[in-house]
């Protein structure tokens, strides 16, 4: 369903067909979503086999579309925008904790 509505909407834009859609993947889609939505890291871990440092790079890259969203959203005015892109952005923040946590637990590692 969803990559239909792409690939409409590419057909729309006169995206080169195969450029987008067959490039998607969505193995950590569930994951962040349920972190994203209040679930420890610990449980996103059980929910897929990816490893956590790919799991960090995808919330990190997420993080910085909504950067650039936030950027948008400024410049169009839509302040309700701006400010839902802003609250997402506290991402940073549980990223910090997890690299600076990994990076102690190697230190102390035997």
Excluded at 19 to 38: F, H, P, Q, R
Excluded at 55 to 63: E, K, N, P, S
Excluded at 79 to 91: D, S
Aim: charged share 30%.
């Amino acid at each position: 369903a969803l990559e239909a509505q792409i690939s409409g909407i590419e057909r729309q834009y006169k995206v080169p067909p195969q450029t987008i859609s067959e490039e998607l993947k969505y193995d950590l889609v569930e994951a962040v979503y349920e972190w994203a939505n209040g679930k420890s890291f610990a449980e996103v871990l059980d929910i897929t086999p990816v490893q956590e440092g790919i799991i960090v790079r995808c919330i990190q890259r997420l993080d910085e579309l909504l950067k650039y969203i936030k950027m948008a959203a400024n410049k169009m005015g839509n302040k309700e925008l701006e400010e839902k892109a802003r609250e997402k952005m506290l991402i940073k923040e549980f990223l910090r904790l997890f690299v600076g946590l990994k990076a102690l637990l190697l230190f102390l590692k035997p």
